[in-house]
């Protein structure tokens, strides 16, 4: 992703908004809000870029998980059991 451009503050923003646009178009800003970071602008293909890369992982339960999933769960515990108990003796 590209470094941050500049920082501006939300009132700035209100009066120079044609400027922090083009300059959001090259590279993100930040906007302030009360001296304190609270948005990102940036352009659509860096958007989308984090989008692609963003972690699809999820977190679940072994009571919600599917059948399919929870023989292979099953399938690799045992599979991982069985070398432990070969590498012991």
Do not use: H
């Amino acid at each position: 992703m590209p470094r941050l451009g500049g920082s501006y503050s939300t009132s700035e923003l209100s009066r120079k908004s044609g400027d922090i646009i083009a300059e959001a178009l090259r590279r993100p800003v930040t906007i302030t809000q009360r001296n304190k970071p609270r948005l990102v602008l940036l352009n659509i293909e860096d958007y989308a870029r984090l989008v692609r890369r963003s972690d699809s992982r999820s977190a679940g339960t072994i009571e919600t998980m599917s059948d399919s999933l929870f023989a292979d769960f099953e399938s690799a515990v045992e599979a991982y059991a069985q070398e432990d108990e070969t590498g012991r003796t």
